[in-house]
């Protein structure tokens, strides 16, 4: 308990500190807490308990919160989500999917910690980079943007072709997998809920949540920082949280068209198999908008060519104004050498 309280992952990627002295200070204080963490605490405990932590708040939390919104409001709940409809969950089936869920969140744990313990033994060594020294952001967004192009070509093609099988022969060489998966993850009418996330027969849990982000990160392994890791680990929770909510006021110009194509999956599981839709795109299984006409309506909506122009005047202007400040510094020192010389 004391790791997870300590773990300061918050304070480095969610600073709301602007200015320079503060920045710095906070990640003086990030790095002497990091280390402390580092030094007193097995790699594989860091791994373990931070991970676990991302997950409690990135999606026990709020789905908790959002299923109890959906449960006590309905009337307003169903203004704002997809199709302005809510399944209708009595107690008891609250509390099967409740206990589904945690299931799946200690079986997803517990597989971690065992891959994670049989490696590093295996290896003798850590399976992520866990030292004091802290990865380079540029580093940082490279592996992230690699972990997550692995996430969706994995997610993508385990999602299409063992969970939802396109023909009777292909639903047979599965071996009842997508029958699971259809019968757990797909049993409740209407757009999901974030608890949903996680409320799946295991086996196809496991191969649509665990192992497209389990995998790419031990491709990685040798190079990928724990903290990087657990940059990825909380963003995707983050974003599957949000997608797996079926509101329709979510914020942004890509994650409200994943959260609308998200819905209309759980509507209707012909489609929409990846996680940001660019492969169904591709291989034209997109149900709704794609998502190419959702980032050019979301930009049109929300006028980000002009808000991009505004921006890039200002800082032009602020660029100008530095370059007149320069020049008038230096004609400044140019008039009092030229004083100084004539013996003023």
Request: glycine share 6%; proline share 5%; net charge positive.
């Amino acid at each position: 308990m004391d790791l997870l309280l300590s773990l300061p992952i918050a304070s480095y990627f969610f600073s709301t500190s602007l200015t320079s002295w503060s920045t710095s200070l906070n990640l003086l204080f990030f790095y002497m807490t990091w280390s402390t963490l580092v030094l007193s605490h097995s790699p594989l405990k860091v791994e373990l308990y931070g991970v676990t932590a991302l997950r409690l708040v990135f999606w026990l939390v709020p789905s908790l919160l959002f299923l109890l919104f959906d449960t006590l409001v309905p009337s307003l709940s169903e203004t704002i989500k997809f199709n302005s409809s809510l399944p209708r969950l009595d107690s008891r089936t609250i509390t099967k999917l409740v206990t589904l869920a945690l299931f799946n969140f200690g079986l997803e744990t517990a597989l971690e910690f065992g891959s994670s313990l049989f490696l590093s033994t295996m290896l003798q060594e850590p399976v992520f980079r866990t030292s004091t020294t802290l990865p380079l952001p540029w580093q940082m967004i490279k592996h992230i943007a690699l972990l997550f192009t692995a996430r969706e070509f994995l997610t993508y093609y385990i999602h299409r072709y063992l969970l939802h099988p396109p023909t009777t022969q292909a639903r047979k060489q599965t071996g009842g997998i997508s029958t699971l998966h259809k019968n757990y993850a797909h049993n409740l009418r209407g757009p999901p809920f974030s608890l949903q996330l996680m409320c799946d027969h295991p086996l196809p849990f496991l191969l649509h949540r665990f192992l497209p982000l389990y995998i790419p990160a031990l491709a990685l392994r040798k190079d990928l920082h724990v903290l990087t890791y657990f940059a990825f680990v909380g963003l995707a929770t983050i974003e599957e949280t949000l997608s797996m909510s079926g509101y329709t006021v979510i914020p942004g110009i890509i994650m409200g068209g994943i959260t609308r194509r998200n819905a209309l999956h759980y509507c209707r599981p012909v489609g929409n198999f990846g996680c940001w839709g660019f492969l169904d795109w591709v291989h034209g299984t997109s149900l709704g908008n794609d998502v190419v006409k959702d980032i050019k309506d979301e930009a049109r909506k929300h006028r980000l060519k002009e808000r991009s122009a505004k921006k890039a005047d200002d800082a032009g202007g602020m660029l100008q104004n530095g370059v007149e400040g320069l020049r008038r510094s230096a004609r400044s020192r140019t008039g009092r050498k030229s004083n100084a010389n004539n013996g003023y």
